[in-house]
């Protein structure tokens, strides 16, 4: 397999300080114990397609380790590692590089190094297993929920092996990615790439705002996307949207997302009623789809958490069927 250049770069940086280790052992245990935060994600999940009349589940372990580099002159880099082992039973949705219904594989979600020693305008470089900088999703952390946006529609991929510019200031983030859309894979296919861009307010804002643009191929599958994303939050309230709006292959279409939520007092525990509306234009013909999904992510016990999501389909594209899915999750994190 033929590595992306940014992957190597990231491989030759390790190696560095891997020396650097060798040569003071006692500093490099200091350094590595310093800021440093590391889990093991045990889950499982039901899947109620009761439209299909199936049940299938989904049983996950994994490992999610969160360290920043530092020296005297400061932060050197954020490392995140999130590598977890997945198998799949009767799952009839689902991501495409399970080869089927019932596969196990290794997963990694979030697999990357962000170098920050550039100053305060300069931009950050990350390069690994980066989630795409794209609407909602990007600002709001739902690696592992039932809790999700459904942005695969726009880029085609969550997460892509590849790298990006980004930056986080006081009042203004952006971030800038080019990956090679093969997904899971780590290799390189000069026929699929994705390009994206988001330039918003800062995340932790009570009002955040933001413009994402996208040009993607994927399986002969060419999507240019633009978006505009709004969070305003009061209290433990909060009202969530997003507007899409490009073509796949040459053929229009529109997407609009609300959200309204309520958060508990730490953030972890959540309710939420989605609503999205599609218009898809095909020669000269308009199809639609309109669907809802109601969750709740419940945190009981420290460390633990139970959620559940119910989405069904008001309306689908010519062709396609009506979902209803009912799905519940416990996970626990040590």
Do not use: C
Not at 50 to 72: A, P, R, W, Y
Not at 233 to 255: A, E, F, P, S, V
């Amino acid at each position: 397999m033929t590595k992306p250049s940014g992957i190597t770069y990231l491989q030759k940086t390790f190696g560095s300080m891997l020396f650097i280790s060798i040569m003071s052992p006692v500093m490099a245990m200091d350094n590595i114990q310093q800021n440093l935060r590391a889990s093991v994600d045990v889950s499982s999940r039901v899947v109620d397609y009761q439209s299909q009349n199936q049940t299938g589940s989904s049983h996950i372990v994994g490992m999610d380790l969160h360290k920043v580099f530092s020296n005297e002159n400061g932060d050197v880099g954020t490392l995140i590692l999130q590598a977890y082992m997945t198998k799949l039973d009767n799952q009839i949705q689902h991501p495409g590089f399970f080869k089927d219904k019932d596969d196990e594989q290794l997963v990694y979600r979030i697999f990357s190094f962000n170098f920050t020693p550039t100053g305060k305008t300069l931009p950050n470089i990350k390069l690994g297993h980066i989630e795409l900088p794209y609407g909602l999703e990007h600002t709001i952390n739902t690696n592992g929920t039932l809790y999700g946006f459904q942005q695969g529609a726009a880029l085609g991929l969550k997460a892509d092996w590849g790298m990006s510019l980004n930056k986080q200031m006081q009042w203004l983030e952006y971030e800038i990615s080019a990956t090679s859309g093969t997904g899971q894979e780590l290799t390189s296919n000069k026929d699929s790439h994705i390009y994206a861009a988001r330039i918003g307010s800062h995340r932790d804002h009570n009002q955040v705002m933001g413009v994402s643009v996208s040009e993607s191929s994927l399986e002969s599958i060419t999507r240019r996307r633009v978006a505009l994303d709004i969070q305003h939050y009061w209290g433990l309230y909060g009202l969530l949207g997003q507007l899409d709006w490009g073509d796949d292959n040459g053929n229009d279409i529109r997407r609009v997302m609300m959200e309204l939520n309520w958060r508990g007092p730490r953030e972890i525990t959540r309710a939420y009623l989605q609503t999205f509306h599609i218009t898809k234009r095909i020669s000269s013909q308009t199809e639609i789809r309109q669907g809802y999904a109601l969750g709740l992510q419940l945190d009981f016990v420290r460390k633990w958490d139970l959620s559940a999501q119910y989405k069904w389909d008001d309306q689908v594209f010519n062709g396609q069927s009506k979902q209803k899915i009912l799905s519940a999750q416990i996970r626990y994190r040590f």
